[in-house]
């Protein structure tokens, strides 16, 4: 394997490298001293996307508490509240969630802790040939073996449900990743119930009907290194996400965008919150009533961004389509498939490729 330092030379043609010689972009950046990034990591289509900071303000924001609270109005508002950000944005600010300040800023700096090891340390994850169901993956870029382009990102990718996986490495990260994964997935089935209500189904129907508490649970801390050119790479480029919502920490540093009424707005949470974001099998669930949402990660040239991102998802040998009390009076949009061939289809997939969901979608006349 190549070593970084002799990957790119100050002064030179922006070169061709392949992401797999290159085992960190976070040792690249380090030690490109601020150069030309390879041709290969220019992922800029357009590069005069329209972004609409004015609508930065309009992301909705959910009080959890207002929505587990036991008096009926007040639930019944909230419901209604997650239901339209649902519809509407298919992302939203959630506070008062109920996870303490602490937990989240431990988990934060053992992740920073964990990228910022030795390359070497983290060689026994090596993501390179692995299927995604391996339950500790490291690595750079989304899917370099199928890829055209490459992405400015350092992951670690753990399935921590329904068997709790995790690297032993930093001391005590394995400890409070476990106990962060256990309270998001609290935090969603509360979600679920609430959304289940607000399509006027019974609240425990999407949990039952998709063996949502026994489901599959995977953690991604993505490291997004200061790029020197930030106008022709990406973090990650636009895609939507698998699973039923992604609750999103990040370390204050912006860089999450969405796309709303074909604009892209950012995100800006508010302190303390998780970004919550719709994902495809939600989108299948509710029959294209409340769409997944695409979504983007974009890059700067002083600051190192670092996200926790939960994606929580049915159980893998789940029947997932439309759920049949929502087609009384319509027809299904999408197909009935397992979970288990829909994630690994979505993993494989390069991000050029249309959605992994039209792969399901039913035309209709």
């Known amino acids: ?55 930065a303000a309009s992301i909705p924001v959910i009080d959890l508490s207002l929505l587990t609270s036991h008096d009926p109005q007040i639930h019944a508002k909230a419901v209604r509240q997650l239901g339209k950000a649902c519809a509407d944005w298919g992302v939203f600010l959630l506070t ?26 983290k060689k026994e994850f090596d993501d390179s040939g692995k299927s995604p169901f391996t339950p500790i993956r490291y690595g750079t870029s989304y899917n370099p073996e199928a890829e055209k382009v490459h992405y400015w990102r350092d992951y670690l990718k753990v399935i921590t449900s329904p068997q709790f996986n995790f690297p032993n490495k930093p001391p005590g990260y394995r400890e409070v990743a476990f106990e962060y994964t256990r309270e998001i997935r609290g935090v969603v089935r509360k979600l679920l119930e609430g959304m289940s209500e607000s399509l006027g189904l019974e609240s425990d129907s999407i949990i039952e009907s998709t063996g949502f508490d026994p489901g599959f649970q995977v953690l991604a801390v993505n490291l997004y290194p200061p790029c020197p050119q930030p106008h022709l790479a990406q973090g990650l480029p636009p895609h939507s996400d698998q699973g039923f919502m992604t609750l ?46 695409l979504h983007r990660a974009i890059l700067n040239n ?63 006349e």
């Open 302 to 364: 002083t600051d190192t961004r670092i996200s926790l991102v939960v994606s929580n998802g049915p159980s893998l040998d789940k029947e997932i389509g439309p759920a049949p009390e929502l087609l009384e009076n319509e027809k299904p949009l999408f197909k009935s498939y397992k979970y288990q061939e829909y994630f690994h289809a979505q993993q494989k997939t390069r991000f050029a490729d249309k959605s992994s969901l039209e792969n399901v979608r039913v035309n209709v």
């Open 248 to 293: 999103l920490m990040q370390n204050g540093i912006g860089g999450l965008q969405v796309k709303h009424d074909g604009k892209w707005v950012n995100v800006n949470p508010l302190p303390n919150s998780l970004v919550v974001i719709i994902a495809d099998q939600v989108e299948v669930l509710t029959n294209g009533k409340y769409p997944s949402v």
């Open 1 to 55: 394997m190549a070593s970084a330092a002799t990957i790119s030379s100050p002064g030179s043609e922006s070169p061709k490298v392949h992401a797999s010689d290159i085992p960190s972009i976070k040792a690249f950046a380090e030690s490109n001293g601020g150069s030309l990034i390879p041709s290969t990591y220019h992922s800029i289509i357009d590069p005069h996307d329209d972004v609409a900071d004015e609508l």
């Open 96 to 121: 008062n969630h109920g996870i303490s300040e602490k937990l989240m800023e431990e988990v934060m700096n053992k992740s920073l802790e964990f990228h910022y090891l030795p390359v070497e340390e």
